[in-house]
C-alpha cells in the first residue's frame, strides 16, 4: 500500500475523496449522525486548522483509506469533557478526529498503517480520539497501539457516546 500525507493546504483538493471514502463505508445506512453531509462538515471544520494533517492510503491507485486529525489549542480538550488531569495544559494534544478504512481493505493492517504514519508525523506529546462505546473491538484495537480510556462523553444530541482514549506520544518533562 502507497501512503500519502496531506496538509491543511491540500485540504480541499482532497476533500471530495475523503467524502467519497466515507460513502463507501456507510453506504445508504439509516444513522444520520453519519450521513455526507454531516461528515462534510467535519471534514471542513478539521481541515481549517492550520495543523491538520491527514494520510491516505492508496493500493493500485485506489484509495483504500485515510487517517486526519489536528492539534487542540493549548489547554484544549474534546468538547463537552474535562481535560485529564494527568494531561498538562502546556502538553501539545493530536487529536485524531478520523481513522476511516474501506471494508474491501480492512483486517489487512491498513488502519495500523494510516495510524503509525499519521501519528508518527506528528510532534505532539499526546494522541487522543473518540471510539463508539458500542464498538468494543475497535477500542480494543486502539488498547493493543497503546492508548487507554480516560472517560467517555456524548460531544452532540444525536451522537452516540463514545470513549475517549489517550495515548502518550512523549515522556512527560
Given at each position: 500500500?502507497?501512503?500519502?500525507?496531506?496538509?491543511?493546504?491540500?485540504?480541499?483538493?482532497?476533500?471530495?475523496?475523503?467524502?467519497d471514502m466515507h460513502?463507501?463505508?456507510?453506504?445508504?445506512?439509516?444513522?444520520?449522525?453519519?450521513?455526507?453531509?454531516?461528515?462534510?462538515?467535519?471534514?471542513?471544520?478539521?481541515?481549517?486548522?492550520?495543523?491538520?494533517?491527514?494520510v491516505v492510503g492508496f493500493d493500485?491507485?485506489?484509495?483504500?483509506?485515510?487517517?486526519?486529525?489536528?492539534?487542540?489549542?493549548?489547554?484544549?480538550?474534546?468538547?463537552?469533557?474535562?481535560?485529564?488531569?494527568?494531561?498538562?495544559?502546556?502538553?501539545?494534544?493530536?487529536?485524531?478526529?478520523?481513522?476511516?478504512?474501506?471494508?474491501?481493505?480492512?483486517?489487512?493492517?491498513?488502519?495500523?498503517?494510516?495510524?503509525?504514519?499519521?501519528?508518527?508525523?506528528?510532534?505532539?506529546?499526546?494522541?487522543?480520539?473518540?471510539?463508539?462505546?458500542?464498538?468494543?473491538?475497535?477500542?480494543?484495537?486502539?488498547?493493543?497501539?497503546?492508548?487507554?480510556?480516560?472517560?467517555?462523553?456524548?460531544?452532540?444530541?444525536?451522537?452516540?457516546?463514545?470513549?475517549?482514549?489517550?495515548?502518550?506520544?512523549?515522556?512527560?518533562?
Open positions: 500500500m502507497d501512503l500519502k500525507t496531506y496538509a491543511h493546504k491540500d485540504a480541499a483538493d482532497i476533500r471530495e475523496m475523503l467524502l460513502d463507501a463505508v456507510y453506504d445508504g445506512g439509516e444513522d444520520r449522525f453519519h450521513e455526507r453531509e454531516r461528515f462534510a462538515w467535519f471534514v471542513d471544520h478539521w481541515s481549517s486548522k492550520g495543523s491538520w494533517s491527514c493500485m491507485g485506489a484509495p483504500t483509506g485515510f487517517a486526519y486529525g489536528a492539534a487542540f489549542d493549548t489547554g484544549g480538550w474534546w468538547k463537552g469533557s474535562d481535560r485529564p488531569a494527568s494531561i498538562t495544559p502546556e502538553a501539545t494534544v493530536f487529536a485524531l478526529s478520523e481513522l476511516m478504512v474501506i471494508e474491501q481493505w480492512r483486517k489487512a493492517g491498513v488502519s495500523t498503517q494510516l495510524h503509525q504514519a499519521l501519528v508518527n508525523s506528528r510532534d505532539d506529546d499526546v494522541a487522543t480520539l473518540l471510539v463508539d462505546t458500542t464498538h468494543p473491538k475497535v477500542q480494543a484495537l486502539y488498547e493493543t497501539w497503546g492508548y487507554e480510556k480516560v472517560g467517555e462523553q456524548k460531544p452532540f444530541d444525536d451522537s452516540p457516546v463514545y470513549a475517549i482514549m489517550v495515548k502518550r506520544l512523549t515522556v512527560p518533562a
